[in-house]
Each structure stands twice: as structure tokens, then as C-alpha cells.
């Protein structure tokens, strides 16, 4: 966060991307152990010193972040900022108890969003049909062995 901070006080501006995936701290650090060092509060006050459009990366889980009142406090910090929001499939691989949001709920998520104003992409998985969808060939060429999701989302 104090990165983000230093780098929204340049005279140049960049397009930054930020991975999300929660829009309240408590399924954040479910999620992202990250939120213990730097709070989502810290992070949106942060981000609302850029000039320029903010683009939110977030990975729809089942049952985990895909929830419509999650999309609808997505909505909330999305539209201050005036945020554009990719909302993304998660690929399998990496933790075995997390599982991809249906795509009835991924519809029905980036339809929340847009009705409350913010622009909300849908993004198609490409890659999944030879294994190199992002994230998948760091799996592939690690030896593989189960790792439960708070492992696989460690902060050191």
C-alpha cells in the first residue's frame, strides 16, 4: 500500500490492475491472508489518490466471493472509484477445495454489478482445453501434491 500511495504521486500515470477477489476484509482474508499487512480499507483509500480508471481482477469461487450481496458491495467500492471490474473464472488446479462459480452465478454477478452502474467484464477461460490457462503451468511443473487454500494463498 505505501507503493501505491508513492506511485499515484508521480506526474505520469499508469493503468494499474489490482487483484481483489473480496469486496469486505473478513472473505478477503479468507481468500487473501494479504489483508492482515494491508487492510482493504488501506488499499481503497490508496487507490482513490489515482487520476486515472482503477481496474479491479476478480476471481469468482464458488460459494466463496460469488455470493449477489458480495457483487452488490463490490458495486459499492467500485463505483466511487469509477472502477471497471474483470471478473474472471477460476481455473482449476492449485487448491483442490476451491471450485469455479457457476456460470449462473458469474452471469448473475456481473449483472448486479452493471445495474448499480459499474462496467463489469465477464471473461472467457482460454487456455483450460491444453492446460494453459493462467495458473495452470505453474501446477503443471511444480510436482503435484495437495494444497489446501490457505497454503496456496500464503503471505510471507
Not at 469509477?82 to 473464472?89: D, E, I, R, T
Request: proline share 8%.
Amino acid at each position: 500500500v505505501p507503493n501505491l500511495a508513492l506511485l499515484a504521486k508521480r506526474p505520469e500515470q499508469f493503468r494499474l490492475a489490482v487483484s481483489l477477489h473480496a469486496p469486505t476484509p473478513e472473505v478477503r482474508l479468507a481468500l487473501m491472508p494479504i489483508e492482515k499487512k494491508y487492510a482493504l480499507s488501506e488499499v481503497l483509500t490508496a487507490l482513490g489518490q489515482f487520476r486515472r480508471r482503477v481496474t479491479f481482477e476478480y476471481v469468482l469461487i464458488g460459494g466463496r466471493n460469488d455470493m449477489p450481496e458480495l457483487a452488490d458491495r463490490l458495486a459499492d467500492l467500485a463505483a466511487p472509484l469509477g472502477a471497471l471490474v474483470n471478473l474472471l473464472p477460476l481455473h482449476p488446479g492449485g487448491a483442490p477445495d476451491l471450485a469455479r462459480s457457476s456460470r449462473a452465478a458469474s452471469a448473475e454477478f456481473a449483472r448486479r454489478l452493471k445495474a448499480r452502474g459499474v462496467t463489469a467484464v465477464l471473461r472467457r477461460s482460454r487456455g483450460l482445453d491444453i492446460a494453459a490457462a493462467c495458473g495452470q503451468l505453474r501446477v503443471e511443473l511444480e510436482p503435484r501434491r495437495k494444497v489446501p487454500a490457505q497454503e496456496h494463498a500464503r503471505v510471507e
